[in-house]
């Protein structure tokens, strides 16, 4: 059976019946005590028992009454849940009716809750000392139930009802965003609503309730919380989108396609590039390039002499190495100004992808096939004429070095093969729910990442990873990251793989501590320096022997630690400590032969935040899920 937002303790007719007996005993001893004649004595005796007997049959009857109530509130707060994932199948489903009637049934039992808990009797056992915060908790719970079932879902449902979703991803024949415009305000007044109900949960001292109380009080918590932020994600991005998407003048973006195989702390070095326009939701390519042709940035373009301290002057230099720092809005910005200056042409903002993301999109139009005699002449019937979901990626990060020799002319088929693709996306192929499911995929993988050159745009942006900000309302208390940045000069990395875990070590002195543990292991062939080309491993120019990895392993820690020790293989090493953002940043270079693998570790102390931490890496050809391991708890001893 689901969980519901709250399940009732079923002992609290028990408990108030032991407090009624508790009564008895304490009247029956004060009378036994009054030194009053024998006749008199028996009088008032009595009469207390008698008075005593109706006290009871109250309590009772408020007993039993209060058990009904619970018992209601508990059952229809059941039922609501029960109906949440058929909801959430008929949204995904794009069935808006099926979706109407879920919300009317979740809000008849939600009411059904609420009513229960605004009883008389159940309002004035809230007051009662002891017990009377666990009956005002549960009707809060109600309450916020019923308030998200009225308030939030209701006018969603309504305006998703209103909404054509496949004419609203960019095509190759625009987009009516009226109604989407239109429902910004219900969306935006909805979210509100329900994070006053969240607020009101927050308020409760959980630590003066029942434990069969406190425990569901905190789910609803968390429930409501994910509810609080897809509201305000979805209010946000009814007020930003349109505009973006060229609502209300043409917009044009750089598209940066991030190749995985050398690696960069965002993903990927820019290979390809392209403009997408956008206007009034038409999509459309325009001038495509590369990194190599934009050339060197003389002077070099202004960045923040901080990250430049930690990543060389390459970055305003090189479009290659833009994003050699994590933070995707120093990256775009400064690409932004590099393209502007090469081409002259005003560019509204820089989204990226990889070939991973690429996949994402294939699964949801279907297999691709190569129609540009281009792309056909150079793959030579070497490479697939038909590229899917599977196979893109080994196809552009792999097979496209093994098979064409010049590397203008790889650059060439990995940027054709994109234009490509983004052909099928504006001509409409494929269903608007698996698009959606695999660009949000890719999103929440940071391989999807979006800058904007508006200010109040990139304001609402920095709210959420897609963001790629490591500062700011986008980056939890206790985040840490682990990012990766390639020193071989190749394309070693798409034989790299890596994990990731964070170790939760004793605290010390009140600060929490802990530890990130990297361990990168060279995957290559043994003969990779025989049988890989050039382009691929290097061929030693940067001082690398032919078949290794070198990789710049940079990690960062929540704000206010301390980077304080590093180690490679269990032994202390020395490493480069800097701050970012009030962040402590740790950067050690880790070098692997074919089939060797290294751990690396890093150690944050003086950490003030007490929440749960969680760790960001950068998105590699390996799944997200294979590389994050779950965080591990040290051995502590109390006192210690």
């Known amino acids: 059976m689901a969980r519901s937002w709250v399940d009732l303790p079923r002992s609290w007719t028990s408990l108030t019946m032991t407090e009624t007996q508790h009564s008895e005993n304490r009247a029956i001893s004060s009378t036994r005590r009054s ?29 039993a009454w209060l058990g009904s109530k619970a018992s209601t509130i508990n059952s229809e707060l059941n039922a609501a849940t029960q109906l949440i994932p058929s909801l959430k199948e008929e949204l995904a489903g794009n069935n808006p009716s099926g979706a109407t009637g879920s919300v009317d049934q979740l809000r008849a039992h939600t009411a059904a809750a609420k009513d229960a808990a605004d009883d008389p009797i159940w309002t004035l056992a809230s007051i009662l000392p002891g017990l009377g915060p666990n009956f005002g908790a549960v009707a809060e719970v109600a309450r916020s139930a019923d308030d998200v079932a009225n308030l939030g879902l209701e006018p969603l449902v309504k305006v998703y009802s209103s909404l054509d979703w496949d004419s609203l991803l960019p095509n190759s024949s625009g987009t009516n965003f009226g109604p989407l415009q239109a429902a910004s305000p219900s969306v935006s007044s909805a979210a509100h609503a329900v994070r006053l109900s969240a607020d009101r949960l927050n308020q409760i001292d959980v630590s003066r309730l029942l ?30 989108v349109p505009g973006m998407l060229g609502a209300e003048g043409p917009r044009n973006y750089v598209l940066m396609i991030q190749n995985n195989a050398e690696i960069r702390a965002s993903g990927g070095i820019p290979g390809a590039l392209a403009v997408l326009n956008l206007d009034k939701g038409k999509l459309t390519l325009g001038s495509q390039s590369s990194a190599t042709e934009l050339g060197v940035m003389s002077p070099p373009v202004p960045v923040d002499p901080v990250q430049q301290q930690i990543y060389s002057g390459r970055l305003g230099k090189y479009m290659q190495d833009v994003n050699l720092t994590p933070d995707y809005p120093t990256a775009a910005s400064t690409a932004q100004a590099m393209w502007e200056r090469k081409t002259g042409q005003h560019v509204d903002g820089v989204i990226s992808i990889d070939p991973v993301a690429l996949s994402y999109i294939l699964d949801a139009t279907g297999p691709l096939n190569i129609s540009s005699p281009e792309l056909i002449g150079l793959a030579k019937n070497k490479l697939p004429t038909e590229l899917t979901g599977k196979n893109v990626v080994q196809t552009l990060l792999s097979d496209v070095y093994a098979k064409i020799e010049q590397p203008k002319l790889q650059d060439a088929y990995f940027a054709g093969v994109a234009q490509e693709i983004f052909a099928v996306l504006s001509n409409g192929k494929g269903g608007a729910k698996g698009l959606i499911e695999g660009i949000t995929r890719g999103a929440g993988e940071g391989r999807v990442l979006v800058w904007s050159g508006m200010t109040d745009e990139q304001s609402v942006l920095g709210k959420y990873p897609l963001s790629g900000s490591i500062t700011g309302p986008s980056v939890s208390p206790a985040q840490f990251g682990v990012y990766f940045n390639d020193g071989t000069g190749a394309k070693m990395d798409y034989y790299a793989k890596r994990t990731v875990q964070l170790v939760k070590e004793c605290s010390q002195d009140g600060y929490e501590q802990t530890t990130v543990r990297v361990t990168s292991t060279n995957t290559a062939p043994a003969d990779a320096a025989r049988i890989l080309p050039a382009y691929v491993t290097g061929g030693g120019i940067y001082g690398v022997p032919t078949g290794s990895v070198r990789t710049n392993i940079v990690a960062y820690g929540p ?80 006192g210690s």
């Open 211 to 240: 434990p069969q109380v406190s425990e569901p009080v905190i789910r609803a918590r968390d429930q409501l919380q994910d509810v609080t932020g897809a509201l305000d994600a979805a209010a946000d991005a009814a007020q930003i």
């Open 35 to 63: 030194p009053r004649p024998h006749q008199y004595r028996r009088r008032r005796l009595l009469f207390a028992l008698a008075s005593l007997g109706v006290i009871a049959v109250l309590a009772v009857a408020a007993a």
């Open 559 to 638: 704000v206010q630690a301390n980077v304080e020790t590093a180690k490679l293989d269990g032994q202390r090493t020395d490493f480069a400590p800097y701050q970012h953002s009030n962040r402590p940043v740790g950067v050690l270079a880790v070098q692997l032969a074919p089939g060797e693998t290294k751990t690396v570790e890093f150690t944050f102390g003086k950490i003030v935040q007490h929440t749960e931490p969680n760790v960001v890496v950068t998105p590699t050809v390996q799944a997200v899920k294979e590389v994050v391991l779950p965080t591990q708890n040290a051995e502590c001893v109390p």
